[in-house]
């Protein structure tokens, strides 16, 4: 990598062997420099305020603010820092999602430490990179005309029962009691569901579970 300066790189992820690795990878390489490890995304966003960062390589899944939120907020706020996705998720609604929400490169964690490297390289020059399993399934999205992912797909299969309970009205007591849960965990689905799907109202909620499907049409 040839650069006036080396490569300023945030990691964002929750494991910490994870992060370990991709620090030993990238200390290893000339033209980089690691200038800070965080294992959530509101460290992330701490550190992207107080620090100059060139290219965040961020997984989607942590605690708390995902990795989603995370790219809505880096480009809004923060249009000068690149993000290079590195997730376990090869599936087209991830990538789909993560690159209209601002992700230059995405990568799946078993690519090799090269693609790791061409891929901080390639979103610093302002250049997309997808690794081979992600450029697959776009290009069958393409060639398919297979329509864009639903919302619904983005979730998972117990946050879509609490969605469907709560836009048929039932309480929180009402969800916990059925779907033997506590009243703190029903909450907090609500709110990942909230987030995920960045709707901010059970009404908003309701309409989206009626169009794509998931309960009848309300009398």
């Known amino acids: ?13 929750d494991h910490t062997l994870v992060r370990a690795g991709l620090r030993k990878i990238l200390e290893g390489a000339a ?9 959530n995304g509101e460290a992330a966003l701490r550190v992207l305020a107080e620090t100059p960062v060139d290219v965040l390589v961020l997984d989607l899944t942590m605690p708390g603010i995902d990795g989603f939120e995370v790219l809505r907020r880096v480009e809004s706020r923060h249009p000068n820092t690149r993000v290079l996705v590195l997730t376990m998720h090869a599936d087209a609604e991830h990538a789909f999602r993560a690159i209209r929400d601002g992700a230059e490169g995405y990568l799946v964690k078993d690519s090799a430490a090269d693609d790791l490297l061409a891929g901080i390289e390639s979103v610093m020059a302002g250049r997309a990179y997808y690794s081979e399993p992600v450029q697959r399934v776009l290009s069958a999205v393409v060639r398919t005309g297979q329509p864009e992912p639903r919302a619904a797909d983005l979730l998972t299969s117990r ?14 007591k009402e969800i916990a009691s059925r779907l033997d849960i506590s009243g ?3 909450e907090t689905h609500r ?8 709707l901010r109202s059970v009404a908003l909620l309701t309409q989206l579970a009626l169009r794509e499907g998931l309960i009848e049409k309300l009398p």
């Open 191 to 198: 709110a990942n569901l909230m987030r995920k799907l960045n």
């Open 31 to 39: 033209g980089v420099e690691v200038v800070g490890e965080v294992a």
């Open 184 to 186: 703190r965990t029903v």
């Open 1 to 13: 990598m040839t650069h006036d300066r080396p490569i300023r790189v945030l990691l964002a992820d």
């Open 159 to 172: 946050e879509i029962e609490v969605l469907r309970l709560v836009a048929q009205g039932h309480s929180t």
